[in-house]
């Protein structure tokens, strides 16, 4: 019998996955990370169901502390790039750094297996020509993550299964109640686990960063108004600026040294390129000319075509062929050919280019 771990993070979409892959047949053996110290929902009574739904399938479940990695990882990667102006994606590095690798060698380590699943929404194929394993969308586009997983290397997409890569969220959900299952009509996260715990964003920043006055002011220098700190805002921001204007404006720049915000109108805020790096090719060798694709720019933006230009130190340019709103450094830019994951990285400020 073939054996597999399975993240179980107490939702449905994990709790479906491992229902599935028993039913399949596999020795399914259920482990959740512990990421956050203090409180959040991962935490606690997502812990308390996915042990639940372990119990409800008969298999066992095994919890790892993984909280140190996440501070070193996540949550100091996240301060230091709120106090630098950047509003950095903590989902694709938690997927490689916290989540996917460390779980793949303790599966290995403890329970000799060499294999792992969970319920994120997309697809991995293995190309023969190309000897080469492939992410892809999910059949569920509302649903998809693939955007979120576009770092992982290829030792860890040959030892995943996405039992829910060829199924709606909607199925998800059918599944879950003809198994019974304790998390059948459990509501969906809508928010980063961060955010659940704390609130919102700015509450779990202004633990680590102190407040700090400055000013907001318009493009030709002048002052608007005054922030508390620049970690509070985002590139392509309009709504909590608290300042009055004529027409609405928009954050457009963060100066970390000045510590200003720089607002504007909207076609200010418009980017015909932009400089991608810490790239990862997940599906296709590393381009040595210019491709022409589709860049998805943040999760929920739609997928728009570019050119990507490699340049020296494995870094590329992207050319739009429209100019793209609210384009963001510490986001991912994630590359694609139709539902074919090329690769992605991470936009970077304008003083990197």
């Not at 997309?122 to 892809?136: C, N, P, T, V, W």
């Not at 805002?233 to 457009?252: D, K, N, S």
Request: net charge negative.
């Amino acid at each position: 019998m073939d054996k597999v771990v399975v993240g179980l993070s107490g939702g449905v979409d994990s709790s479906v996955a491992a229902a599935s892959l028993q039913r399949q047949g596999y020795e399914v053996i259920g482990l959740t990370l512990w990421l956050m110290k203090g409180k959040g929902q991962c935490c606690s009574e997502g812990m308390v169901d996915a042990a639940f739904i372990c119990e409800q399938l008969g298999i066992p479940h095994h919890v790892v502390d993984t909280r140190d990695l996440f501070q070193a990882n996540i949550v100091d990667y996240l301060v230091s790039g709120y106090e630098s102006g950047i509003t950095p994606l903590p989902c694709s590095q938690c997927n490689r750094a916290v989540k996917f690798g460390p779980m793949l060698a303790h599966a290995k380590e403890a329970f000799n297996c060499d294999r792992i699943a969970t319920g994120h929404y997309a697809r991995i194929h293995y190309e023969e020509s190309r000897g080469r394993y492939q992410l892809l969308r999910a059949v569920d586009r509302n649903k998809d993550q693939s955007y979120f997983l576009y770092d992982l290397p290829q030792d860890i997409l040959k030892g995943t299964i996405f039992p829910l890569g060829e199924q709606t969220k909607e199925e998800t959900r059918l599944i879950a109640a003809k198994f019974d299952l304790k998390t059948a009509n459990k509501p969906e996260s809508q928010d980063l686990c961060l955010i659940e715990a704390h609130g919102s964003m700015a509450t779990f920043l202004d633990q680590y960063i102190k407040p700090r006055e400055g000013e907001i002011v318009d493009l030709d220098g002048k002052v608007v108004g005054t922030h508390q700190g620049i970690h509070h805002y985002t590139i392509g921001q309009r709504r909590g600026l608290g300042i009055a204007a004529p027409e609405p404006l928009y954050v457009v720049k963060l100066d970390a040294v000045m510590n200003r915000v720089i607002v504007g109108n909207r076609s200010a805020g418009g980017r015909s390129d932009c400089l991608v790096g810490r790239l990862n090719w997940v599906s296709v060798p590393e381009p040595t000319s210019p491709i022409m694709a589709e860049v998805q720019v943040r999760y929920r933006s739609p997928a728009v075509p570019v050119t990507v230009i490699p340049m020296t130190d494995h870094r590329v340019k992207l050319v739009f062929d429209e100019p793209q709103f609210g384009i963001t450094p510490g986001q991912a830019a994630v590359f694609y050919e139709g539902e074919l994951v090329l690769g992605g990285g991470i936009i970077l400020q304008e003083n990197e280019e």
